[in-house]
Every structure is written in structure tokens, then in C-alpha cells.
């Protein structure tokens, strides 16, 4: 399995509309994807800023192909991100992983 994260941030005034935003494009999009095997985000504030994390698990390159392109270390966009002021991480890490659990739970069950 890969885990493919994506990092951007927005000021905090969009934090709520830009999660629902996430949930409607990367989430949804990735999710439908034969291949794709979870989505889950992790949000942290800091200086006035909400971080968004995007870690989606899939089951080959194959599949993170079909959604990001030949290019898939480029982060994949969308034509309304400008509306919440979102500056998007242009590169996205890719790890071999053991188990499509949440990254983002430590192992004292923390979200």
C-alpha cells in the first residue's frame, strides 16, 4: 500500500468552509476511485492558520495515477481552493506502508 499527503493552509476564517470544500473535491474524489483504500484529514491550527493534511491510502501507483496524473508528486488542485485563500504544498509525499489505518491517530488514540 502508499499513503499519498497532501499539506495546505488557509487563514482560520475559511477553516470551517474550506474542510467542507476538502470533503467535496480531494475526499470525494479519491474515495470513488477503484484502488483507493481511505481518506483521512487532520487540521491544526497555528498563527492564525489551519493546516489541512489529506492523507489518502492506495492500493498501487496504479491507481494514484488515475487520480493525480502521470505527475502524481504534483498536488492535485482545484479551481475554487483561490475562494478560501489556500496556499497548497506543490509537491505531495508518497510512503510505502503496512496498514491503511488513520496516520493521524498516535498510538495513544489521539485525532
Known sequence: MISRTWHG???LKYKEQF???LDATGVKDTTALE???GAYV????QNGYAHFFLCTIWDSFKSIISYAGENSEIAVTYPNDDKFDLVSD???IHQEIATAKNPFESYLGEK
Do not use: A, R, S
Not at 42 to 45: I, N, Q, S
Open 42 to 45: 487532520k487540521v491544526v491550527e
Open 9 to 11: 493552509i488557509v487563514p
Open 19 to 21: 474542510l467542507k470544500h
Open 35 to 37: 484502488g483507493n483504500m
Open 90 to 92: 506543490p509537491i505531495v
